[in-house]
């Protein structure tokens, strides 16, 4: 357990998946203590089974970056003095859809004002897929054994987390109001700037 005191920062780094299989989110605490050492432990995970009915994975992904923000309130309930928190999600389709203001359907718009309720836009940031176990909820999303997860590396998070937060994953090269959204159907086009 982590002792608060007045030395001592603290962070939550947040991470979420969605696959057809099954959808995850994870909550770390970083604490950066005055010496300088940084500690990173997992804090809470969930995963649930996606339902038999067909869904897209860009409402799946929405879905989960939805309950990510519900489980947001965990940091009320800590009562840390002044606690940043950072979103990581790898689909672009729902960092556009929170930052944008276009007109969704029902189901989106009803995920997209809770989010924006408990969260801010701001928070949000894009984790890449190029670079396998980037997004420690991969595992929960993908499935895993048991000792497959005892020695996995979600329980720390991703190694970037102990660098400096410039050093962080950002959304960096995405233009997200070049998008082309349909939320009728069951496929997605987005495009990246080059860097």
């Not at 982590?2 to 962070?11: A, L, N, P, S, Y």
């Not at 309130?73 to 389709?93: E, G, R, V």
């Not at 991703?158 to 009728?184: M, R, V």
Request: with cysteine.
């Amino acid at each position: 357990m982590v002792r608060c005191d007045e030395g001592i920062q603290f962070k939550y780094p947040y991470f979420v998946d969605a696959s057809k299989t099954a959808y995850a989110e994870c909550i770390f605490l970083r604490s950066d203590s005055s010496m300088g050492s940084v500690t990173v432990t997992l804090l809470q995970a969930r995963s649930r089974i996606t339902l038999m009915k067909t869904i897209t994975i860009p409402r799946l992904e929405l879905t989960t970056a939805n309950i990510c923000a519900r489980l947001f309130s965990l940091k009320q309930a800590l009562k840390f003095p002044k606690i940043n928190t950072y979103f990581w999600t790898d689909s672009s389709i729902v960092l556009m859809r929170i930052t944008s203001r276009e007109q969704w359907s029902v189901f989106v718009t009803n995920r997209i004002s809770e989010i924006r309720k408990l969260t801010t836009s701001e928070d949000w940031f894009h984790i890449s897929t190029e670079y396998f176990n980037q997004n420690p909820t991969d595992i929960l999303s993908s499935g895993c054994g048991p000792k497959q997860l005892q020695i996995h590396k979600w329980w720390q998070g991703p190694a970037w987390l102990k660098n400096s937060k410039e050093q962080w994953a950002k959304s960096a090269g995405y233009d997200f109001h070049t998008c082309i959204f349909f939320d009728n159907v069951s496929g997605y086009f987005t495009h990246q700037s080059p860097t």
